[in-house]
């Protein structure tokens, strides 16, 4: 199985649209650091609006906390359209080269043809966020230095500089559990075509048009919105609350859990039914 997952990353690193996102968030991340920079006192001044007559902000709350947080929160609705081009490629793309009946010439059942593509696509979005990880908060520390984190959600929360790298690394693994689950959705529609342009809108139309939905204010809506899995994408963002609600943050990546699980039973399924040889 290794071997089988080290082929398909392979795969996935010869095409240059695996180097797309990367290329995308390093300068997403760069445009974002230097606005920042060249507004950063105006930026803490909106941020604390309404409060600056009542109280006085001291120490350094312009640092790479901030900006690491700002980036993360700007960027990552924007991660699946990164995601989705190397997902829609994996089962899409041997059908286009024409290489599904050599592949299975050799003695490797579907099912372990399956479980090494979703394997390497999880392995090409942990890869992906630890760059996202790498160049948004790590060079934003390096860039900016340290410091308490301020956060503005409706109300203003500050913690303290001890308090804010455990919340980071948290929601970047919950992030991982997000993206996850866009690439298997991804992998599920390219196991069904033959050219990976569909898999691509197909994902990013499911995901707006869930967006869309749960923002519309039925209540028949509002009760499915739990079980979208759009609903549970963003909840990283929770371990930036005060206090952490950990039953929700739980709840979320079990519902996340049982999509990737069930997409990726679902594609099994359907790739070993699948007649590929006519």
Not at 154 to 170: C, E, H, K, M, Q
Not at 253 to 269: P, Q, S, V
């Amino acid at each position: 199985m290794i071997t089988l997952i080290s082929i398909e990353l392979q795969k996935i690193f010869r095409k240059w649209r695996s180097y797309i996102g990367f290329i995308a968030i390093g300068l997403m991340t760069a445009i974002v650091q230097f606005a920042l920079y060249i507004s950063k006192d105006n930026y803490i001044k909106f941020a604390t609006r309404g409060l600056q007559d009542n109280f006085e902000f001291v120490g350094n709350l312009f640092n790479g906390y901030l900006v690491a947080y700002f980036i993360l929160q700007a960027l990552f609705i924007h991660i699946p359209f990164l995601i989705v081009l190397v997902g829609g490629d994996l089962f899409a793309g041997e059908a286009t080269a024409g290489t599904y009946r050599m592949i299975l010439t050799r003695p490797i059942s579907r099912f372990k043809l399956v479980t090494a593509k979703f394997l390497a696509g999880f392995v090409y979005t942990n890869i992906l966020l630890l760059w996202l990880m790498f160049v948004s908060f790590g060079a934003s520390v390096l860039l900016f230095g340290t410091g308490e984190l301020i956060i503005a959600r409706g109300n203003i929360l500050i913690f303290a500089s001890n308090d804010v790298l455990w919340r980071f690394t948290a929601a970047y693994a919950f992030a991982v559990l997000s993206m996850t689950t866009v690439i298997s959705l991804s992998i599920f529609f390219s196991s069904m075509v033959e050219n990976a342009v569909g898999p691509i809108i197909a994902t990013m139309a499911v995901i707006i048009v869930f967006l869309i939905i749960s923002a519309i204010p039925v209540d028949l809506l509002i009760s499915l919105r739990p079980y979208f899995f759009t609903t549970h994408l963003v909840q990283w963002n929770e371990f930036f609350g005060d206090p952490v609600d950990a039953k929700e943050i739980v709840n979320s990546g079990l519902i996340l859990f049982a999509h990737i699980a069930g997409l990726y039973l679902l594609t099994a399924y359907l790739f070993i039914k699948k007649d590929i040889m006519s």
